[in-house]
């Protein structure tokens, strides 16, 4: 899997303990995806981290570029468990 991690994506891992499998895990298998509302050029990733208690992690990333780009990742709140 190719992709590269803008610097607030890293951050953001490092900060919030993501771990690199979790987040591939996000990119190459999601459970959903969701367009952007505001640029067309991003999506949102998400994938239920059963070993982290059932969060959801959220990842946006844009796929149009080459290798695909994250742009942040984070665990949201909003849905834990969901889906």
């Keep these: 899997m190719s992709y590269t991690l803008t610097k607030h994506a890293l951050e953001n891992m490092r900060a919030r ?4 499998e979790w987040l591939e895990r996000a990119l190459a298998a999601p459970d959903w995806t969701e367009p ?4 067309p050029a991003l ?7 059963h070993e982290f208690g059932d969060r959801v ?8 570029a080459e290798p695909e780009r994250v742009i942040t990742a ?10």
């Design 17 to 20: 303990r993501i771990t690199l």
């Design 36 to 39: 952007d509302d505001v640029d």
């Design 43 to 49: 999506e949102h990733r998400f994938a239920v981290i």
């Design 57 to 64: 992690l959220h990842v946006i990333v844009n796929p149009t």
């Design 74 to 83: 984070f665990f949201d709140r909003r849905l834990r468990g969901a889906r």
